[in-house]
Each structure stands twice: as structure tokens, then as C-alpha cells.
């Protein structure tokens, strides 16, 4: 679902949606999805007590300055926002794929002690994000020539949102 969110928003600023940035954005995030729990899965014994310590404050750090980031450039010149355009380099898409998958590799960790495949179990997920970050995609420039900026804004404190849930569930405030 944060790959969901954040490809919202990216489809919000996008004028035109390419398939080769759509495929992109798929590749991205399904990729990054699908790997970390196979990290997850095999490094069980050696590094999951040290990654499990922090995971909740990474995500809940890049959560919050990509959400805030988001929200601030929706309150800047129109002009400005007019110019931009959105980015598929590995450059952008790298941390906020990285942001998006770091807590499948608490289940790939959880895997590790289950009777399943987890070639099969990771398959499924990175295709299952991939086609969640396409419409994603899809949905934000349906609504973004309309309700850019206050989709914008939303989708920032939404992500913002998801970083605090994160860390509030890991520090065991709250339990869903």
C-alpha cells in the first residue's frame, strides 16, 4: 500500500503517463518488494535482530521527508510546480523504493519460519505491487489535472501518516 500511495502522488504531477515510466515505476517498486523478503528470508540468523531495531525509524524518517516534501512543494508557485516534471531515474526512485519495501524484510524474516516457497511467495508479491503501483500511477493523473495540489497535500500527510503508524506499531504505542 506505500508503494500504492506513493505512486499516486508521482501520477499526480505526471501530464502524461508513458508506459515506459509506468513500467518503470512497476519494475521499482515490485522489484524492491519482491527482494526484500528474500533478503529477509536469508539473512534470518545473522541480521535481522540489528535491521528490526531500526527498520521502524528508517521508514518512518524517509516517510516523513518524502510526504513532507510533497506537501511543501505543493504550497509553492504554480509556476513552479507547472515546470516540474516528474522523475523515473534510479536517482528518485531508488529511496522511495527502498522507503516502500524496508519492512518486507521483516516478512521475509517471518518467512524463514514458515513451511512456504519463498521464490513463489516473493513472485507474488512483486507482481502484486508492480500492478498496485501502476494504477497508482493511473488514478493520480486521473485526478491530478483537477486536484493536483490538494491531492498533493493529502497524499504527503498520508505518507507522513504511514511513517508514524510504522513507528508507533514497532515501538508497541499501538497494535493493528
Keep these: 500500500m506505500d508503494a500504492f500511495a506513493v505512486s499516486i502522488g508521482k501520477g499526480l504531477t505526471v501530464k502524461r503517463l508513458r508506459v515506459m515510466d509506468a513500467l518503470k515505476s512497476a519494475l521499482w517498486f515490485g ?3 519482491a527482494l526484500f ?3 529477509g528470508y536469508f539473512a534470518t540468523s545473522t541480521f535481522s535482530r540489528y535491521v528490526t531495531a531500526v527498520d521502524h525509524w528508517i521508514i518512518f524518517f524517509l516517510l516523513m521527508l ?3 516534501s510533497m506537501v511543501r512543494e505543493a504550497f509553492e508557485e504554480d509556476e513552479e ?3 516540474e516534471t516528474p522523475e523515473f531515474d534510479w536517482h528518485h526512485m531508488l529511496p522511495i523504493a527502498f522507503a516502500c519495501s ?5 516478512v521475509g524474516v517471518s518467512f524463514a519460519f514458515m513451511n512456504l516457497n519463498i521464490w513463489l511467495s516473493a513472485a507474488i508479491i512483486g507482481v502484486t505491487t508492480g500492478l498496485f503501483a501502476v494504477a497508482g500511477l493511473c488514478i493520480g493523473r486521473l485526478f491530478g489535472s483537477h486536484w493536483q495540489k490538494p491531492a498533493q ?3 504527503g500527510f498520508v505518507l507522513m501518516l504511514i511513517g508514524v503508524k510504522v513507528l508507533l506499531e514497532h515501538l508497541s504505542i499501538i497494535g493493528f
Excluded: C, H
Design 31 to 33: 522489484g524492491f518488494q
Design 37 to 39: 523478503p528474500i533478503l
Design 66 to 68: 518524502i510526504g513532507g
Design 81 to 83: 510546480n507547472a515546470k
Design 102 to 106: 524496508i519492512d518486507a524484510f521483516a
Design 153 to 155: 497535500i493529502i497524499g
